[in-house]
């Protein structure tokens, strides 16, 4: 069983995922859909999909045409899943994966200078560490000049007003996707 991509150069294209393992979720179609709405015009960036899952939303930023899509999980499931949806689509070149936790990851990407113009979050919504990850990235400036970060989650999330960011607040049923840019 699957799900697709549901825009761009690789809309209707199948992808797998674990259906069994209620920490691998993907993002639904709906949420997807208006997260790229959101988001606009997304070619020649660059996007992390933290927490990939299948990789799903990287995969999605790169069929709409980003320049590279950077996956992180921290589990060998998930990176199974991910490492295989881009094979079949054949999209190595445009793809870096991860496997290290959330914070090791966005340490790493400040050793080595990384930023991104695009930032997703959706961890398992009962172990996100969002208040935590979101003060790292702010903090370290990992998010370029008007790129957009967001989170996925099923509550309320705690801003903190010190990250003065711009802040976007959307539902979605049980599902909030909260988007906070670089101004």
Known sequence: MGMRVIGG?????KLV?????????????????????????????????LYAGSGSMGIEAISRGVNK?????KSKEALKY?????????????CEVFPLEDLLALELFKEKGYRFDVIYLDPPY??????EVLSYIFSNRLINKNG??????NRELNI????????????????????????
């Open 82 to 94: 991910i490492k295989e949806n881009i094979s079949s689509l054949k999209i190595e070149s445009k």
């Open 126 to 131: 009962e172990k996100g560490k969002y208040e």
């Open 17 to 49: 995922y674990p259906e069994s393992n209620p920490d691998i979720r993907p993002t639904k179609d709906r949420v997807r859909e208006a997260f790229f709405s959101i988001v606009g015009n997304i070619e020649n960036k660059i996007f992390l999909d």
């Open 9 to 13: 150069e690789f809309r209707h294209r």
């Open 148 to 153: 957009l970060v967001a989170v996925e989650i």
């Open 160 to 183: 903190d007003p010190i990250w003065n960011k711009k802040i976007k607040e959307y539902h979605y049923g049980d599902i909030r996707l909260y988007t906070f840019i670089e101004e």
């Open 69 to 73: 899509s950077i996956f992180v999980d």
